[in-house]
């Protein structure tokens, strides 16, 4: 089983960026991807990107491009998501999920989840 | 198109079978896979696939899927499956995630 292990929560001021960490422990997957999902107070989910560690390869929704960078840390199995530009509509809570096989969509397990919260 | 649509809420009374529903055209190529979210926690993946339960998921949750559509049924449904409930799956294209916009379940 994998287990996902979140940095603590964020205040940010608006412009700035935010960078979140991912770090897995326990079994060690090949073929999978770790995908970043966010949830704004009282909404829904909504997906980021993700990327397959093993390829570097990496995937964003086209509501982030240009603004989201998913990258990862092979030697200390960890995965970051940083946010730029930050407006106070990314206020929310950023999860990581794992997905077992690339491009399965099944995330499970998922981090508990970081709040970035930002506010002038 | 790359959404995914849900009903916003679902009631269903205690001991009897709901179904939720998630709706979209990508639906017709992949599987969706469901969520379960209660307050204040991280969603768990309770169907994944064509109707695959994670370890640890009651068999009372199971999944099917015809067309556009998929959809979770839980059968028997217990107090403890108050929760809201999300489906994702691949969009049209194959290479992005979508997620439904969820479907608050209340037990009566």
């Known amino acids: 089983q994998v287990h996902l292990v979140q940095s603590g929560a964020e205040v940010k001021k608006p412009g700035s960026s935010v960078k979140v960490s991912c770090k897995a422990s326990?079994?060690?997957?090949?073929?999978?991807?770790i995908n970043w999902v966010r949830q704004a107070p009282g909404q829904g989910l909504e997906w980021m990107g993700g990327?397959?560690?093993?390829?570097?390869?990496?995937k964003y929704a086209q509501k982030f491009q240009g603004r989201v960078t998913i990258s990862t840390d092979d030697s200390t199995r960890t995965t970051y998501m940083e946010l730029s530009s930050l407006r106070s509509e990314d206020t929310a809570v950023y999860y990581c999920?794992?997905?077992?096989?690339?491009?399965?969509?099944?995330?499970?397990?998922w981090g508990l989840g970081t709040l970035v919260t930002v506010s002038s | 198109s790359s959404e995914l649509t849900q009903d916003p809420a679902v009631s269903v009374a205690l001991g009897q079978t709901v179904r939720i529903t998630c709706q979209g055209d990508?639906?017709?190529?992949?599987?969706a896979s469901w969520y379960q979210q209660k307050p204040g926690q991280a969603p768990i993946l309770v169907i994944y696939?064509?109707?695959t339960r994670p370890s640890g998921i009651p068999d009372r949750f199971s999944g099917s899927s015809s067309g556009n559509t998929a959809s979770l049924t839980i059968t028997g449904a217990q107090a403890e499956d108050a929760a809201d409930y999300y489906c994702?799956?691949?969009?049209?294209?194959?290479?992005?995630?979508?997620f439904g916009g969820g479907t608050k379940l209340t037990v009566l």
């Open positions: 994702n799956s691949r969009d049209s294209s194959g290479n992005h995630v979508v």
């Open positions: 999920a794992t997905e077992a096989v690339a491009g399965t969509n099944w995330f499970d397990p």
């Open positions: 326990g079994d060690t997957l090949i073929n999978y991807g």
């Open positions: 990327i397959i560690p093993i390829f570097g390869r990496t």
């Open positions: 990508s639906l017709r190529s992949y599987f």
């Open positions: 696939g064509q109707n």
